[in-house]
């Protein structure tokens, strides 16, 4: 599938399948991570056959079962740092739906195992990525009505509402989609609103903004 289709397929999934990840999958994962942290920066490392993370109570209340892989999404520290994992880490996301895995993005429920990733001086754990077969593929989420999240000073080009369409489907934490995606002659500002990881999901919405509408139809405010 190509990385729209992986958009649109690509669903939150808590709930995997005793598998294990194949050689060829972690290959093009670290493939694609190497090339995030190229041009991002970022210290973004995947971690494998590690069930504790997602043994203790928090990750049972969360409903979580079978994890024994994710992604580890770590950085500089900097008011950067959040809405970059978020863009990236969707990349990755969306590659993994592409090479047949299922993903959800963990804020909170999961334990930190520091022997499972390094964090170097001056970078911080930002979030984790489950990933693995899921036992089902995930069903869609609500999404908030077009005219809450988009605004713009003329009649809205195809290119824009599609860009909206597709943000409309990027994961946010708790599915609030905080975000506002305004439209100017060709430059998109995208603002985050106020609550829980707002930033993270920006970097998201923003990844999924870009695929929808075309990088090159417009430029970031």
């Not at 992986?6 to 694609?32: C, F, N, T, W």
């Not at 989420?141 to 369409?165: C, I, L, T, Y």
């Not at 934490?173 to 995208?190: E, Y």
Request: charged share 25%.
């Amino acid at each position: 599938m190509d990385l729209k289709e992986a958009m649109q397929a690509r669903h939150s999934v808590r709930q995997y399948k005793d598998r294990p990840l194949g050689v060829e999958v972690i290959a093009a994962l670290r493939e694609e991570i190497a090339a995030c942290n190229r041009e991002s920066g970022l210290h973004i490392q995947l971690v494998t056959n590690e069930p504790r993370a997602f043994d203790g109570f928090m990750a049972h209340y969360g409903e979580f079962s079978g994890v024994t892989s994710y992604l580890a999404l770590i950085g500089k520290k900097g008011p950067e740092l959040d809405e970059k994992c978020g863009y990236f880490g969707q990349r990755l996301v969306l590659k993994a739906q592409q090479l047949g895995l299922n993903t959800c993005w963990v804020a909170m429920s999961y334990t930190k195992i520091k022997t499972a990733f390094t964090v170097d001086k001056g970078e911080k754990l930002c979030v984790v990525i489950a990933l693995g077969y899921g036992a089902t593929q995930g069903v869609p989420h609500k999404s908030r009505p077009f005219s809450e999240v988009a605004k713009a000073d003329d009649p809205m080009p195809d290119w824009f509402k599609n860009g909206v369409e597709a943000a409309l489907l990027a994961p946010t934490a708790m599915n609030q989609q905080k975000f506002l995606l305004t439209l100017s002659g060709n430059k998109v500002s995208a603002k985050a609103g106020r609550g829980f990881y707002t930033k993270l999901d920006l970097g998201i919405v923003k990844y999924h903004f870009e695929l929808g509408a075309g990088k090159d139809r417009f430029a970031w405010a």
